[in-house]
């Protein structure tokens, strides 16, 4: 089992910035990837960017060039930096972690006022 405990989120205007982060625990030494997925009402939930233990990055093209994971490291947390942010980024974000199985944090709310 994998625990993901996630941080940061709230409102901000349009242009804005936030950084969310999530910290793993338990079966950590079996993840290979976490990053940060994104549930927006009546949509389904997307992946937004991950990254693996060897540093590859992906990231939806809504967001490139504006958003930037890290982490996957020693210490197993993942980070989520948010610039430039749209009244569309508005939304639940999850932070995920892949093992044998993914699993997922409890979401924190994003919500980008225009």
């Known amino acids: 089992q994998v625990q993901l405990v996630e941080s940061g989120g709230g409102l901000v205007q349009a242009g804005g910035s936030l950084r969310l982060s999530c910290v793993a625990s338990g079966r950590t030494f079996s993840i290979t990837s976490m990053g940060w997925y994104r549930q927006a009402p009546g949509k389904q939930r997307e992946m937004v960017a991950t990254?693996?233990?060897?540093?590859?990055?992906n990231y939806a093209d809504s967001v490139k060039g504006r958003f930037t994971v890290s982490g996957v490291n020693a210490k197993n947390t993942v980070s989520l930096q948010m610039n430039s942010l749209k009244p569309e980024d508005t939304a639940v974000y999850y932070c995920n972690a892949e093992e044998i199985l993914p699993f997922w944090g409890q979401g924190t709310q994003v919500t980008v006022s225009s």
């Open positions: 990254i693996s233990r060897g540093g590859s990055t």
